[in-house]
């Protein structure tokens, strides 16, 4: 048998590899393991007890209905970050506004993290595959003062660490800290996450194409033309187009074109000009994950991690995925006709 690694055993092993750390983002990411446990917990019985299936009634600054699984994996995420010190503030798709931590150990942390709770909601009362997605940065503000927006505001190229956990048929922890990309299966019977996927690579091409089709009709010119011409005719040397497959959560549909290559799209549409995802907490993370596997995530115009944010829960065109199948989608978007962003 071989070795099994921890996540705390690899966290601590890379955080050699950073002569100066002090150690504060490997227990930030420990913090982050821990939520995900717990919410992992919740979703395996998400069927049987009431207070975690169904609509919170409530709706988000952005007019969703919010669901029970929604707030309960906000309130594990903030409860750990604001007990664990790391973290001066959070922003989340659960609250209209950022969260600055009160207390002296909080306003001592030195990182931000920006994050979705859970992906895919519209997926938890049919027992499909969901997820959580986070996003670290370094604070911009004074250690010791209360984090303030210029912290959450920061542009997708200086974040210090992203992630995601899948909560499919396995949970699955996967991270990046800009030296590469690794992902860790929960093992239950242990309650820890293991490294299962080390350096985890997207194949430069792929043969599937992931974006809800209802949609084809408003959405950009070029974007249906990449998808007549390249996705749903058979190509040469092929026997058939290519294959559609669309789970409805980012995470899920993102975590497959990781690991079999494809390509992921949200585009904007002519009911939604800027999209749906948002770039603080969905885009961005996994623009940095993407890029550090091999691939490439765009708005369609321009490099997502490029794009400086004005607020917090922006939303943007998303193109992510294969090398090969971005450039041909954004070569069709050129001269077929552009996102509208
Ligand atoms: P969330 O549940 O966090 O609001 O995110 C839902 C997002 C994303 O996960 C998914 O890819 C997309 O919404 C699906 O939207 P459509 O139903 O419009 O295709
Ligand atoms: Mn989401
Ligand atoms: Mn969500």
Known sequence: MSQLVTLHEFIMARQADF???????SRLLSDIAVASKMVSM????AGLVDHILGAE?????????QQKLD??????FINLFK??????????EENDDYLPFKS???????YVVLFDPLDGSSNIDVNVSIGTIFSVYRRKSKTGEEANLQDMLQAGHEQVAAGYVVYGSSTMLVYTTGRGVNGFTLDPLIGEFCLSHPDMKMPENGRIYAINEGNINICNPGLKKYVQTYCQQTREGASRPYSGRYIGSLVADFHRTLIKGGIYVYPSTTTDPEGKLRLL?????????????????TTGVERVMEIQPERLHQRIPFYVGSKTMMKQAMACLEKDGPESI
């Open 42 to 45: 919740d979703v395996r019985r």
């Open 281 to 297: 907490y969905e885009c961005n993370p996994i623009a940095f994950i993407a890029e550090q596997a091999g691939g490439l995530a």
């Open 57 to 65: 009634g409530n709706t988000n600054v952005q007019g969703e209905e």
């Open 83 to 92: 007990a664990g010190g790391e973290v001066c503030g959070i922003a989340s």
């Open 104 to 110: 002296q150990k909080s306003r001592d942390g030195k």
């Open 19 to 25: 002569p100066f750390a002090s150690g504060e983002l």
């Open 71 to 76: 707030v309960v994996a906000d309130n594990h």
